[in-house]
């Protein structure tokens, strides 16, 4: 659930999202689930050449299954916010 709260904030954010077959997408955070499906909006493929056939997809939505990262802009990472929600996680509350 820690991860699930945190992603909830970045809604309305713009991020990368890479997938286990390499594919790497940006686009604006529409939703994610608790399963960490991911819903993005604008969309466009980081790697355009060996991609073109994803150029025409706007909106995706990503199965958390296949997600391998998530990459956050710089600003989008609150720190603080991160150890606060790990220490309660740790605690059980």
Known sequence: MLFFSYFKDLVGREVTVELKNDLAIRGTL????QYLNIKLENTRVVD???Y???LS?????IRGSVV???QLP???VDTDLLHDA????ARGG
């Open 68 to 70: 391998r990262y998530v």
């Open 86 to 89: 790990t220490r309660r996680e």
């Open 52 to 54: 073109p056939h994803m």
């Open 74 to 76: 710089p600003e989008g």
């Open 57 to 61: 997809v706007r909106n995706c939505f």
């Open 48 to 50: 355009q050449d060996k």
């Open 30 to 33: 529409h939703s994610v689930d």
